[in-house]
């Protein structure tokens, strides 16, 4: 059973940046395609970004492409997401994951962190 622990949400004007931070205490990462995810109110849980094992490819999901920084640690066996340029669509629960290749969650959820945009 994969802990996957979710930190740096919170409350932003528009414009504004967070950075999230995944930990996956006790699991090693460093073999997996990596993942974040969100889920709007109302709305099904969607795929924004991934990073392969190596670090040296992303992809984006469109809405974010140009604003948002997918990076790992495989050292710390940590995740990250800068978001940047940040808009009130953005606003969900961001969620970490291994991602297969169909960009669905691979393992048991965590419980998120939420990111809140006002305008």
């Known amino acids: 059973q994969v802990h996957l622990e979710e930190s740096g949400g919170g409350l932003v004007q528009t414009g504004g940046s967070l950075r999230l931070s995944c930990a996956t205490p006790g699991r090693t990462i460093s073999d997996f395609t990596m993942g974040w995810f969100r889920q709007a109110p109302g709305r099904e849980r969607e795929f924004v970004a991934s990073i392969v094992w190596s670090g040296y490819s992303t992809y984006y999901v469109d809405s974010v492409k140009g604003r948002f920084t997918i990076s790992r640690d495989n050292a710390k066996n940590t995740v990250y997401l800068q978001m940047n340029s940040l808009k009130p669509e953005d606003t969900a629960v961001y969620y970490c994951?291994?991602?297969?290749?169909?960009?669905?969650?691979?393992?048991?959820w965590g419980q998120g962190t939420q990111v809140t945009v006002s305008s």
């Open positions: 994951n291994a991602v297969d290749p169909n960009l669905y969650g691979s393992w048991s």
